[in-house]
């Protein structure tokens, strides 16, 4: 007779499990279910109300207990950056990250440590990061961007700074195809073997299709006066100015614009969700500010301006915010 998958016993005659062993095993794993996200919602509403983070990690070690298992330095740390990146997107819910939870939400990662790497599993960490950059730019402050000009991949002019470099971004563009499309009047006749004559016409039209080709991956660079272009297979660069930018089309996953020139075309940036909400909001922040002044040599970067956010928890009252567009887009890329 075969022994239960769980116990190890015998469990009878054309059985492979005990009946009981079974009904056991479902109520642990819902258990530990449970448990799993007991925790998660321990470290959203610590991550939200900034309250409870010296004892959070007890406080989770205790509901695995009950539940039956431990937890290691790893499995705590997933289940804080699950919780973390919870509280974010709640944060995100009504399209804006105040003063009060961008603070909560920084010392809950720096009160208990977890690396960055850790919270960014889900790009949750850069769409943080991302909220910060856009509210400082609404509030006409330009950060220092983090890399030496020299290693920029384009040749800036003095007068502008950059705001942001993307990654494998895809470059489309309009393009119109013309063919000739009809038909012949008219019968064969055969008047030899093996060759026939069509004493008919032949009436043909031009057809035009437009659409948009995708025509290199490349790197994208925003500054304060121009959007810049590398494109890696081609080589081809460019670079256009803001306010030569006649429309603006934001979608989830890139932005189609239309230059302002007697021969432009349409063109798309295409790229990740996140970089494209803070692409667009950043275009329209740069091009809201009345004048525009760049940081000095030794102003402070967005990852410097991130640990001065840190603030006081408790303070509830700040409701200075950073407004987060990007509603009822849809998707370009599909």
């Not at 012949?184 to 437009?210: C, D, H, I, N, Q």
Request: proline share 4%; glycine share 8%.
């Amino acid at each position: 007779m075969a022994k239960c998958h769980y116990c190890g016993e015998s469990a009878g005659f054309l059985r492979s499990v005990h009946k009981e062993c079974k009904e056991r095993d479902k109520q642990a794993k819902q258990q530990k279910e449970n448990a799993q996200q007991q925790m998660r919602e321990m470290c959203k509403d610590a991550a939200r109300s900034g309250i409870g983070l010296d004892d959070l990690p007890d406080r989770m070690r205790a509901a695995a207990a009950r539940a039956g298992f431990s937890l290691d330095s790893e499995q705590l740390y997933t289940y804080m950056s699950d919780g973390w990146g919870q509280a974010l997107e709640e944060g995100l819910a009504d399209s804006y990250l105040s003063a009060a939870e961008i603070s909560k939400l920084n010392r809950f990662r720096t009160h208990l440590g977890i690396p960055e790497e850790w919270l960014n599993r889900s790009g949750d960490f850069d769409k943080f990061r991302l909220s910060i950059s856009l509210g400082y730019l609404k509030d006409g402050v330009i950060p220092r961007f983090d890399m030496p000009r020299s290693q920029l991949p384009f040749n800036l002019m003095k007068s502008e700074e950059m705001i942001a470099l993307f990654d494998d971004v895809r470059y489309y563009k309009e393009v119109t195809r013309r063919e000739y499309r009809g038909s012949s009047m008219g019968m064969s006749v055969r008047v030899a073997k093996g060759v026939y004559l069509r004493p008919g016409t032949f009436r043909g039209r031009p057809v035009e299709t437009v659409s948009m080709e995708h025509q290199d991956d490349g790197t994208l660079g925003l500054t304060t006066k121009h959007l810049y272009y590398l494109g890696e297979s081609t080589g081809r660069s460019f670079r256009i100015r803001l306010e030569k930018i006649v429309t603006f089309d934001p979608y989830n996953d890139g932005l189609r614009i239309m230059r302002d020139t007697a021969a432009a075309k349409p063109e798309a940036f295409i790229m990740e969700n996140a970089d494209a909400w803070f692409l667009i909001n950043a275009i329209y922040a740069v091009l809201d500010m009345d004048e525009v002044t760049l940081p000095r040599a030794d102003a402070p970067t967005i990852d410097d301006l991130l640990e001065d956010v840190i603030g006081d928890p408790q303070d509830s009252g700040a409701d200075d915010g950073f407004a987060l567009g990007g509603g009822g887009m849809h998707s370009l890329g599909n």
